[in-house]
């Protein structure tokens, strides 16, 4: 067992590493004081506003910081919540961060994928990420970068963010409860189970998440928008 943890984490490490370098090579053609001459020519189209093959490094990006944050802080801090049965979950800032910045498909398809792999690696149900984690977490940051696609305001961010997380939440409570009735138990949710527990899982999932998004993705999102405002799919889609 030690074996296996030492192993995980060294793949963690290597995840970590891999989820940044990208944005080296990204940038390593210009220097901090020529990046908006390189976002200027990414755009293609007022309804794409990036082309598929930075959309898709973009997703990528997201999925591989979710992934490995979600794994060092679950080996690290490993706390749960939902009646231990869902994961305490900072690293939620990171895909909040990208569907402000870059938009709804890459929030919401980084966070599907990222979750997955994170959840392969905490407790490897496939099935049960696949019809719990994955559709909530693409719910979730979908909607986040949607309120925020055209225009960031900070009402429209925490509209998208509150309402984003209130439905992955229910989605998590509620496909949690049923996978127990007609597939297996999860932890202390087995067959019988009433579906009051699967709303106190969403209630407190979401009430552990909602802090993060609050308090700690704006300061990041509005960093970057002073900063390289250019980078903002909000001023892509402007022009």
Request: hydrophobic content about 55%; glycine content about 10%; aromatic content about 14%.
């Given at each position: ?63 591989a ?48 994928i990222?979750?997955?792999?994170s ?52 989605w998590?409570?509620?496909?949690l ?36 998004v ?10 970057v ?6 980078m ?8």
């Open positions: 067992m030690a074996f296996l943890r030492a192993e995980r984490l060294a793949i963690a490490a290597v995840l970590a590493q891999t989820s940044v370098s990208p944005y080296f090579t990204v940038f390593q053609s210009a220097t901090l004081k020529n990046l908006s001459p390189l976002f200027l020519h990414m755009g293609s189209g007022r309804n794409s506003p990036y082309p598929l093959s930075l959309t898709l490094a973009l997703v990528a990006m997201n999925a910081s979710y992934a490995a944050v979600g794994v060092f802080v679950s080996y690290f801090v490993p706390l749960y919540v939902g009646g231990g049965i869902v994961r305490f979950w900072p690293p939620v800032i990171v895909p909040g961060v990208f569907a402000v910045i870059f938009g709804p498909m890459v929030g919401g398809l980084g966070a599907a990222g979750i997955f792999i959840d392969m690696f905490l407790h490897g149900n496939a099935l049960l990420s696949l019809i719990v984690g994955v559709p909530a977490n693409f719910i979730m940051f979908y909607l986040t970068g949607l309120f925020t696609k055209r225009k960031l305001t900070m009402v429209r961010y925490l509209s998208g963010g509150v309402l984003g997380n209130a439905a992955g939440c229910l998590i409570g509620m496909t409860w049923a996978f127990t009735q007609y597939i297996s138990a999860v932890g202390t949710m087995g067959p019988g189970t009433s579906v009051t527990a699967g709303l106190l899982v969403a209630a407190t999932t979401f009430l552990a998440q909602i802090p993060f609050v308090f700690a993705v704006p300061p990041i999102f509005y960093a928008a002073r900063v390289y405002p250019e903002m799919v909000q001023s892509r889609l402007a022009r």
